[in-house]
């Protein structure tokens, strides 16, 4: 039986990502590195978060913090299913996992565009006095100043790179799983045809009367008044094509008595006409 399941599972095509590798490598990379990298990034955020007790900061900034910490500590969560689905060829575990990458993927990319948003919009006046304050000691107050009202166009032009960079890795890994779920459903029921008893085929068979009993059709059609035929010299269903065809009276007509059956040797008793007991019933009820 596990050779015949191997047999099966050999005969499946294996898929490929990045041309030549097998999806089952890239499930186990992606799931180590998101459960490595949302672990880290997760307990970073939560860090900050605690550090709001002392140094408090704008309400919008601290709900980034913490969605930011919640997300990435998802994301580390949700990646031990499909490191452990990956190696135990489970596919349930693979699912739940590209569920979870998912489910990330869209609010990270919610989260994104308000961290985004939150980053170009120019600062509260009271940020940027406090900014003032901290390089008071800076020559070029008019550049000082301006960085402080909108910040540094370098630092912002990397962050939304890494976020864009991010979404697009998170995309292609999200195909990835899935492709590996599909090639462990395949297997399941590759496992399952092998497991499954064969039925065996038997011809048809069909049970019909015997060749003596059978009648034709005459060439009235199908309404028309049925030829009867008592011997093999005719065939049983129906003239042949350029065969002339013979109508032989019903015995019942003729008063004759219905033929001897060969082929069950016993004589079939004699009908009496209807027209006799007919009369007979008329004068009685007269």
């Given at each position: 039986?596990?050779?015949?399941?191997?047999?099966?599972?050999?005969?499946?095509?294996?898929?490929?990502?990045?041309?030549?590798?097998?999806?089952?490598?890239?499930?186990?990379?992606?799931?180590?590195?998101?459960?490595?990298?949302?672990?880290?990034?997760?307990?970073?955020?939560w860090m900050q978060v605690v550090q709001f007790r002392t140094h408090p900061v704008e309400l919008g900034d601290e709900?980034?913090?913490?969605?930011?910490?919640?997300?990435?500590?998802?994301?580390?969560?949700?990646?031990?299913?499909?490191?452990?689905?990956?190696?135990?060829?489970?596919?349930?575990?693979?699912?739940?996992?590209?569920?979870?990458?998912?489910?990330?993927?869209?609010?990270?990319?919610?989260?994104?565009?308000?961290?985004?948003?939150?980053?170009?919009?120019?600062?509260?006046?009271?940020?940027?006095?406090?900014?003032?304050?901290?390089?008071?000691?800076?020559?070029?107050?008019?550049?000082?100043?301006?960085?402080?009202?909108?910040?540094?166009?370098?630092?912002?032009?990397?962050?939304?790179?890494?976020?864009?960079?991010?979404?697009?890795?998170?995309?292609?890994?999200?195909?990835?799983?899935?492709?590996?779920?599909?090639?462990?459903?395949?297997?399941?029921?590759?496992?399952?045809?092998?497991?499954?008893?064969?039925?065996?085929?038997?011809?048809?068979?069909?049970?019909?009367?015997?060749?003596?009993?059978?009648?034709?059709?005459?060439?009235?059609?199908?309404?028309g008044r049925r030829s009867y035929y008592y011997d093999d010299r005719y065939p049983a269903y129906g003239p042949q094509?350029?065969?002339?065809?013979?109508?032989?009276?019903?015995?019942?007509?003729?008063?004759?008595?219905?033929?001897?059956?060969?082929?069950?040797?016993f004589t079939l008793p004699p009908q009496t006409p209807l027209t006799a007991g007919r009369n007979k019933d008329a004068?009685?009820?007269?």
């Amino acid at each position: 039986m596990a050779s015949t399941i191997k047999d099966f599972r050999s005969q499946i095509q294996t898929r490929k990502f990045c041309f030549c590798l097998p999806v089952r490598l890239g499930v186990f990379v992606v799931s180590l590195l998101t459960m490595t990298a949302g672990s880290i990034l997760g307990a970073i955020g939560w860090m900050q978060v605690v550090q709001f007790r002392t140094h408090p900061v704008e309400l919008g900034d601290e709900i980034a913090a913490y969605v930011h910490a919640s997300i990435f500590s998802l994301l580390g969560l949700l990646s031990i299913f499909g490191f452990v689905g990956s190696l135990v060829r489970l596919r349930g575990l693979v699912i739940a996992y590209s569920v979870g990458i998912a489910i990330h993927l869209g609010l990270s990319i919610a989260s994104g565009i308000f961290n985004m948003y939150t980053m170009f919009k120019p600062n509260p006046q009271s940020a940027i006095e406090a900014c003032m304050n901290a390089v008071k000691d800076s020559e070029d107050l008019d550049e000082t100043r301006r960085i402080c009202q909108t910040g540094s166009a370098i630092a912002k032009g990397i962050i939304v790179a890494i976020y864009v960079i991010t979404w697009l890795l998170q995309i292609y890994a999200f195909f990835i799983i899935e492709r590996y779920a599909e090639q462990l459903e395949e297997e399941e029921m590759a496992k399952l045809a092998a497991i499954m008893p064969q039925q065996p085929n038997h011809p048809n068979s069909y049970v019909g009367y015997p060749h003596r009993f059978s009648y034709g059709y005459s060439e009235r059609g199908y309404d028309g008044r049925r030829s009867y035929y008592y011997d093999d010299r005719y065939p049983a269903y129906g003239p042949q094509q350029g065969a002339e065809q013979k109508e032989y009276p019903h015995p019942q007509q003729q008063h004759q008595q219905r033929p001897m059956s060969q082929e069950y040797a016993f004589t079939l008793p004699p009908q009496t006409p209807l027209t006799a007991g007919r009369n007979k019933d008329a004068s009685n009820m007269a």
